[in-house]
């Protein structure tokens, strides 16, 4: 069973970083994609970024692309987002999933609250 726990949130002015992290346990993660995903009050949940675990192959939603930065590292079975010039649109829960090709995303975990002030 995929365990999924993110850390890192909290409360930021507009323009600051944070970095994000997911610790993953209970599976080999080699062929799996790991994603970031948030939801904002009143919204629905919503595609952040994703990274496979072995290539390292990237993608981004639109809204986040050349600010946030989605990175693993293998020896900690940890997923990273990297989060910079934060705007107060960014103000969301955000959570960490995991899927293998033709699966549906799992593990999600709490999620990990942030918020950008402007």
């Known amino acids: 069973q995929v365990q999924l726990v993110e850390s890192g949130g909290g409360l930021v002015q507009a323009g600051d970083s944070l970095r994000l992290s997911c610790a993953a346990s209970?599976?080999?993660?080699?062929?799996?994609?790991m994603g970031w995903f948030r939801q904002a009050p009143g919204k629905e949940r919503e595609f952040v970024a994703t990274?496979?675990?072995?290539?390292?192959?990237?993608s981004y939603a639109g809204s986040v692309k050349g600010r946030f930065t989605i990175s693993r590292e293998h020896a900690k079975n940890a997923v990273y987002l990297q989060m910079n010039s934060l705007r107060p649109e960014d103000t969301a829960v955000y959570y960490c999933?995991?899927?293998?090709?033709?699966?549906?995303?799992?593990?999600w975990g709490q999620g990990t609250q942030v918020t950008v002030s402007s």
């Open positions: 999933a995991a899927r293998l090709d033709g699966t549906s995303w799992s593990g």
């Open positions: 209970g599976r080999t993660f080699s062929s799996y994609t």
């Open positions: 990274i496979t675990w072995s290539g390292g192959t990237t």
